[in-house]
C-alpha cells in the first residue's frame, strides 16, 4: 500500500524558516518523483516543486523560487521541502505527492494527508 506521510508544519513568524518532511511508507521512495503542493483556504491547489528519482532534478513555481529548496534522502525515504524567508501568504495546508513516475509529472496519483503551515506574527 502506497503511503505518503507529511510532517513538519507549524506556526512560525514571518522571515522564519520550517522543513517539511515526506516519509514514504509501503514502497521504496528512490524510484520515483516527489511533488510538493500547497492549498491556502478559499484558493486553488498549486504545485510549489518537484524532484525526479532519476537525475535529481527539481522544479519550483516563480513565487518559491529562491526562499524554498526540495530535497530527497533516499536512505531515509523521504523527501524534504527547506522552507525559507517565509511569509504571510505561505499560509497553507502543504502535501506531498507522487505518480509513481521517475519525472516530475502533471498527475499525482497518491497523496499525504497534509501539514498546516501558519506564517504569523
Known amino acids: 500500500q502506497v503511503q505518503l506521510v507529511t510532517s513538519g508544519g507549524g506556526l512560525v513568524q514571518p522571515g522564519g524558516s520550517l522543513t517539511l518532511s515526506c516519509a514514504a511508507e509501503g514502497f521504496t521512495l528512490d524510484y520515483y518523483a516527489i511533488g510538493w503542493f500547497r492549498q491556502a483556504p478559499g484558493k486553488v491547489r498549486e504545485r510549489i516543486s518537484c524532484i525526479s528519482s532519476d537525475d535529481g532534478s527539481a522544479y519550483y513555481a516563480d513565487f518559491v523560487k529562491g526562499r524554498f529548496t526540495i530535497s530527497r534522502d533516499d536512505a531515509k525515504n523521504t523527501v524534504y521541502l527547506q522552507m525559507e524567508s517565509l511569509k504571510p501568504e505561505d499560509t497553507a495546508v502543504y502535501y506531498c505527492?507522487?505518480?509513481?513516475?521517475?519525472?516530475?509529472?502533471?498527475?499525482?496519483?497518491?497523496w499525504g494527508r497534509g501539514t498546516q503551515v501558519t506564517v504569523s506574527s
Open positions: 505527492a507522487t505518480d509513481l513516475t521517475y519525472y516530475c509529472s502533471g498527475r499525482y496519483g497518491y
